[in-house]
Structures are given as C-alpha cells and as structure tokens.
C-alpha cells in the first residue's frame, strides 16, 4: 500500500495519513487473506512508529511486524527522514 502523506478531494476536503491511517490498516485487514502479508509506507514523518503499531497490532494480533523509518543520506551528510515502511507478515 503507497497512500499518499496527503491531500485535497474533489469537494476540498483534506486527506491526511496520520488521521486516516487506521482507517486503511481496518480496511486492509478485511481484504488480506490468511497467508497474505502487507507493506505500508507512510511517507509522513509526522506518523511515528510509537503511532502504527498498536493500529497495526490492534488489526493483526496474530501478525509479525516490522516497522522501519525511510530516510535518505544528504550530500551534506544530514539525514533526510521521510516516513515509515511497515511491514506485516
């Protein structure tokens, strides 16, 4: 799943990961087959891991979980944060 950190819809209303996110893990939950597994990338460094995982656990208890932060090395040497990728499995 590659959802986007935000936007606007048709009618201007807004669209943010950090308030939809559990919304997406619900409904993923219900489309996800027994053996299947998911990867999510959040691209919003306002959505923090202490954030996903209990969504995540609260829709797969019987899941492994792995959250990763996505971050790019500058050529200044400063690191670039730009979300999480979690995966579950």
Not at 21 to 41: W, Y
Not at 58 to 78: H, R, V
Request: hydrophobic share 35%; net charge positive; charged share 30%.
């Amino acid at each position: 799943m590659d959802p986007p950190a935000f936007g606007l819809g048709a009618k201007k209303e807004r669209w943010k990961i950090e308030n939809k996110f559990p919304e997406l893990v619900q409904v993923a939950s219900r489309l996800l087959s027994q053996n299947g597994f998911l990867i999510i990338n959040t691209y919003s460094p306002k959505l923090k891991e202490e954030e996903i995982q209990p969504v995540i656990k609260n829709y797969f208890p019987n899941k492994k979980i792995e959250i990763n932060k996505l971050s790019l090395k500058t050529t200044t040497g400063k690191i670039l944060e730009y979300g999480e990728l979690t995966r579950v499995y």
